[in-house]
């Protein structure tokens, strides 16, 4: 799936852009993309996204046809349009490492660049920023209710089409999945492959005996077979029946999938037949409507479930669905700004987070300041894009994956868990709210 | 948007494949596809998705880049993966009309091809048929709540990426939208494109004023200019002041938005101003986490709000953001099949769904039965492709609105309002249940 064309855009920012054309608004402006403020059901979210983001800035051009099909609406001029075919984005981009936990208020991603490309941008950050640190931030619910079990994301056919699709296994995977079932994640970015097989397999059969030793023979180096398709305990069993003539060619059984029914029930038993068959070994894997409310009741009742399938719930993000995100002007030529509309007002200027650790490493609490005032604590936001060009190379995703590991264990312990936390601490400077009057007073 | 890697699947598609190729089992399979049950808050969905279906299963090939990225994972034979870089989808598809209501259980898409061919489409097709279908369901609520008012799609930014966003716009625009912010949707499909300004647009100048005033002189055509970015009155105000200038010049002032604040209060006190300094013509446009609800509340207050932009509410389908969908093995090798697990039970063969209408021209009942059982009221289901070839040519997105707009007019007067109604009349034949005791009997 490559990078959407340009126009995948809002009509607004082409009659902005003419505008801004016209009237020679060129000079350079600084936006910021942030939360307003935490969905329900959310301690922290986690910063994701950024490669696309950064991947887009580099590529998007106006190809000739885009432009003969704008010219042919006649909402533009000739001039505008010729201007428009050496658009390019040439701006530099200050951001949050991917797996960040980040809060309310705080910008993960600045640009700054004229105000004509800085504009033009907001649609497609704001869609990419937000759909995977969405994702990934439910998806580290599943990550810490699971324990340390195996968790594969499954949830491609059911995630909003198929860059969500795609980008969902990145997010998740991120954010500490093991692995995913979406193939051209595996191709992309390396991440994990997993896959059993569908009831459609076994229907296809004459028996479910035979479904799984051919899909055996077809897998020698072992395979994962579904046991829900009409009894779970009986397919379980043929599973003990057939393991010996397969051993006998080298072939192990390496788990079942359980898909319907109680799963900490069916997982009891199932175990308990495969143990008395001599298949201690043979792990056990559940899915089918799982999300992190279930797989913490599975994982505390005690039911012996050594992987997770999670789809659906966790790649839509069911139970909040976007995040309340803007992409927002802070500072023209120099003067910042601010957005006071009821309800949406916004801080103005460039700002940094910076985040303070306790003596036992966890987090203690971030302060959002303007740049350059110093604070203590790590600054959050780094330089990603000097000039349109990215500063450095794209990290794999494995390594961001293990960064991401070392920021969670930093989280104070009451965001770790499920339940509502109290509201980490996040402060705003004096550096800032000074700045905020200078706006008002300026009518920024 | 060009269709993704057909490695955008899962991969036990490939796995499963790799044991069909192995064992022979390449005979005739049917799947189905179904919504199990009905989503809180909707009273019907409406099938949408199926010319991306289309677009798919003629397009699905495996190139050799593909093809060598699978063989260097270790995890196929040679065999199998030379046959695949001749993998055609070469079957028939028969589907119920993109826009037409349907209910839970019924099918709306059936795939007829060999079972290999069958079950690799299967994630690619459930992925597009359900985002389709579930914000075609949602968007059109906001069309029945807005009696004829404008509605535009303003999701993009907030959908679940980049073909979330595009086909968003295409289902709400079927589901009667009058058109979408989306610049892209307007290139592929001809839907209208709308636009105003950001915010960021008018903090970037030095006054809201000049700001209105360099929008409208770059276009002459006319515009809608937002005014609520710092006191939305004084900005209707403003406009008063500028339209004589402007009109001076031939230059109209066609609408204003109101994106903050109680819509409804301002939009009548925007209209006093408005009406007051001679700009009756001027319409009010209303936008800002609107659904359905909002704007039904909204229109039943009498609001003078001449359209409304929706945007994440309906895009997402932020109460509803998945559908219980499946796409089931139905019958293999002439043999019907149905899975029997817990809770997920189907019924089997090949099905079609009658709909019978009224007196009054409304539907009054639909009966789902095998094809071939002769049963009163319109078969919805119709052949779309045959051997991998579509029936005809894809009919303009437009033509498909008017005929969504038309099935519309027929429901049944509680299903066209928000409220829950009761359930529409679905009921199975007996020829379907005496197909199902053969299925059962055969162990199927």
């Excluded at 991917?98 to 033009?120: C, D, H, N, Y």
């Excluded at 491609?156 to 969902?168: D, I, T």
């Excluded at 076994?202 to 072992?222: K, M, T």
């Excluded at 980490?424 to 905020?436: D, F």
């Amino acid at each position: 799936m490559n990078e959407p064309s340009i126009l995948l855009t809002d009509f607004y920012q082409l009659t902005m852009l003419q505008a801004y054309f016209d009237h020679g608004l060129e000079e350079t402006a600084v936006f910021e993309f942030f939360v307003r403020k935490l969905p329900a059901k959310r301690n922290f979210l986690l910063a994701a996204g950024l490669e696309q983001v950064l991947d887009y800035l580099e590529g998007a051009r106006f190809s000739a046809e885009e432009l003969s099909w704008l010219a042919a609406g006649g909402r533009f001029n000739r001039r505008f349009l010729d201007a428009l075919a050496n658009w390019r984005f040439t701006g530099d981009v200050e951001a949050m490492a991917e797996g960040t936990p980040f809060f309310p208020g705080e910008p993960i991603l600045r640009v700054v660049a004229p105000l004509p490309q800085g504009q033009l941008v907001e649609t497609r950050i704001i869609n990419l920023l937000q759909l995977q640190s969405m994702v990934a931030a439910k998806a580290v619910r599943s990550v810490l209710a699971a324990r340390g079990r195996l968790l594969v994301d499954f949830g491609l056919r059911r995630a909003h089409g198929a860059e969500a699709g795609l980008l969902s296994a990145r997010a998740s995977y991120l954010a500490g999945f093991d692995g995913t079932a979406t193939v051209l994640a595996g191709q992309r970015w390396g991440v994990p492959l997993y896959g059993t097989m569908a009831h459609s397999y076994i229907q296809a059969h004459a028996s479910e005996l035979e479904a799984f030793e051919n899909f055996a023979r077809s897998h020698p180096a072992g395979a994962t077979f579904l046991i829900d398709t009409y009894d779970t305990e009986a397919a379980a069993a043929a599973l003990v029946e057939l393991a010996p003539r397969l051993a006998a060619d080298g072939i192990p059984i390496n788990g079942v999938r359980l898909d319907s029914g109680d799963l900490g029930d069916h997982a009891r038993q199932v175990r308990r037949i495969l143990d008395a068959g001599g298949l201690a070994e043979v792990q056990i894997f559940a899915s089918g409507n799982l999300d992190e409310a279930r797989i913490a009741r599975l994982v505390a009742d005690g039911a012996p479930i050594d992987g997770f399938g999670v789809g659906t719930r966790m790649n839509t993000s069911a139970d909040t669905p976007y995040l309340e995100c803007a992409y927002k002007l802070q500072e023209y030529a120099g003067r910042p700004r601010r957005k006071r509309s009821e309800g949406k007002a916004t801080w103005p200027g460039r700002r940094q987070v910076h985040r303070r650790y306790g003596p036992d490493g966890r987090m203690a609490g971030d302060t959002v300041t303007v740049i350059g005032d110093e604070q203590p604590g790590e600054a959050l936001l780094a330089p990603v894009m000097r000039g349109g060009e990215r500063v450095g190379t794209a990290p794999p995703l494995a390594d961001l994956r293990s960064a991401t590991a070392r920021r969670l264990a930093r989280l104070p312990e009451a965001l770790r868990r499920l339940e509502l936390a109290p509201l980490y601490p996040v402060t705003t400077s004096k550096a800032l709210r000074a700045l905020r009057r200078i706006a008002d007073e300026s009518g920024g």
